[in-house]
């Protein structure tokens, strides 16, 4: 049987999201639907909120996106349900994508929609010139505790970091995509192979940085000879316990 553009596109956009969850330590969903047409998009990261009038961080965040009879000519719906603090995002949870609200592009994939909201929680995207959040673009534009993005992670973490990690001196290229990797499981895959004493300091690593993020530290980062390049440190918001430095970039190994 002949089956119409807008259904494989929505099979296509499945299957790109199955791979997308693959690659990322982040990005999780749920789909109804036969071929799937509404999403539940789940973040896991640090973002921001704002409870009693203080600004927050935020860990998790789900994101509501229901593709329309006319999809993908006609924009998703998007709407944000978890609590958010974002120049471009109304506190009803209205989105919105700039020139994309108003000339939406067909060919923008739903893997492309995510990591779009991704880097706005993460504060990577944010306009305060025209907000749907006045008091989120003023607190955005003047503030100078925070600094952005609030996560350093790309939403496909796990194949950034397969193509830049080296164990123990011996450089492992990315390979073919391998299984999600969330911390604690999946680490040996996630670093092509690495031997068991290796995968194991990685995990100790992964376990201190991947603890929630309103968990205080339990101490500095685990000194198993692990040494991350291109440093990135993340401040502490305003009135919280200042965390120990979460770093993020190519990981080595020293004996």
Known sequence: MHESPRLRRLRNDLAAL?????????????????????YRIHFRGRGLQRDDGK??????????IKLGSSYPRSI????????????????????????????????VQLDELCNMLWDMARY?????????????ALWA??????PFPTDPRPLRDVREARGRVEIEGDAHPAPAPAPRADAGSGIRGLLGGASDAAAGRVR????????????????????DGVVILETTVDAAVAGDPPPAPRNEGDILFID
């Not at 944000?80 to 060919?107: A, K, Q």
């Open 204 to 223: 100790r690593f992964l376990d201190w940085r991947n603890r929630p993020i309103d968990e205080p530290a339990p101490g500095p980062a685990p000194d």
């Open 141 to 146: 534009g003047n503030q100078t505790a925070i």
């Open 76 to 107: 998703p719906e998007i709407r944000w349900l978890t609590p958010v603090y974002h120049p471009n995002i109304s506190e009803i949870g209205m989105v919105c994508l700039g020139g994309y609200g108003t000339h939406w592009v067909p060919s």
């Open 18 to 38: 199955e791979r997308l969850r693959a690659e990322s330590t982040v990005f999780d969903f749920r789909a109804q639907g036969d071929p799937p047409h509404h």
């Open 55 to 64: 600004v927050k961080f935020a860990a998790a965040h789900q994101v509501e």
């Open 124 to 136: 990577h995207n944010y306009d305060v010139r025209s907000p749907y959040n006045r008091d989120a």
